[in-house]
């Protein structure tokens, strides 16, 4: 009797390297950072055990531990010392994410600075755009996300990525920064981002909870992938360079599905809440984190991602590296 042996080739660790189908690399990982406004900051967020907010002046020594970590790229995120309804901080030259993104380009050249561009850190309401009547007007908004993309451009930003979920956002940014010179600044558009349960240690991080109402007006219904798909194909045709699937675990099918649709690169965002749930059971003893970490971060991966955006990437760089 002839025996598929489909074991043979899992026999010795060399032999499963050798023959393993996907691969996760330390060039695959994007590191989220939360920028504040002041002097002295270093706050861990309780929420979100090993992550902190950081004043510029404390960045030096974290820039320092993501390049010996190998990693290729950060993403910022503002906080706001100022909130008004115009978020008229999110924009200023000499704003805390700015600011950040001068020391990136000054002590570490080499890494890739992403900038989120979206103002519900910025907005005494906690919305992502202008907000009337209680209502997100779309095409306001498009102008203040134009403003603050054109700032972090400005700075010496390498991408950014409008997160707002505004339409026409991506057309809007690349127009602005086409316009004043910056043609070669990239776009990454948020294009599936999904209403999702998953945000809330981020928003605590952040300081980006909606006063009142939510963002399901504007933020993807999680029950849809045809939509995820329609708004892929069109941050594509509006001009971003990459595409983002938001949140990541949860949606390793619409990863999917995108990755057979597009050729440009997606990114998938491992949100907090993800990276919260894996910290709070391993904490309790009931899985092992590392591993859990790393099986993870390669189902994205597997599912179709080119870059990943995660809290981990700073331990999964030095496993990676092991």
């Known amino acids: 009797m002839s025996i598929k042996r489909l074991r043979r080739l899992r026999s010795s660790a060399a032999l499963r390297e050798i023959v393993a189908e996907t691969s996760l690399s330390v060039n695959d990982l994007i590191y989220p950072l939360f920028i504040k406004p002041g002097t002295g900051i270093r706050e861990e967020i309780l929420s979100m055990k090993g992550q902190y907010r950081y004043s510029v002046d404390m960045l030096s020594a974290e820039i320092e531990n993501i390049k010996n970590a190998g990693l290729k790229a950060v993403l910022l995120f503002g906080l706001a010392g100022h909130k008004d309804e115009t978020a008229s901080e999110s924009c ?22 992403m900038t989120d561009v979206c103002v519900c850190g910025y907005t005494s309401h906690g919305h992502c755009g202008i907000l009337r009547d209680g209502i997100i007007v779309n095409d306001e908004s498009l102008v203040l996300l134009q403003k603050m993309a054109l700032s972090h451009a400005k700075a010496g930003a390498d991408v950014v990525a409008p997160s707002a979920m505004m339409d026409g956002q991506v057309a809007a940014i690349r127009e602005i920064l086409d316009a004043n010179g910056f043609s070669n600044t990239a776009i990454m558009g948020y294009s599936a981002k999904f209403f999702s349960a998953c945000y809330g240690p981020f928003r605590d991080a952040a300081d980006s909870a909606p006063q009142s109402g ?32 938001k949140p990541a675990v949860f949606y390793l099918d619409i990863i999917a599905r995108a990755a057979q649709q597009t050729k440009l690169p997606i990114a998938a965002y491992n949100v907090s809440g993800e990276y919260a749930m894996i910290k709070a059971a391993a904490e309790k003893g009931w899985i092992d984190e590392n591993r859990v970490m790393m099986e993870m971060l390669l189902s994205i991966k597997r599912a179709g991602a080119s870059l990943i955006i995660t809290y981990f990437a700073k331990d999964a760089a030095k496993l990676l590296k092991a």
């Open 92 to 113: 200023l030259d000499n704003g805390a994410v700015q600011e950040a993104i001068r020391l990136f380009k000054k002590h570490a050249p080499e890494i890739v600075v």
């Open 214 to 245: 939510n963002r399901s007006s504007y933020q993807m219904d999680v029950a849809n992938t045809n939509e995820a798909l329609r708004e892929i194909e069109i941050d594509e045709a509006e001009g971003a360079d990459m595409v983002m699937v």
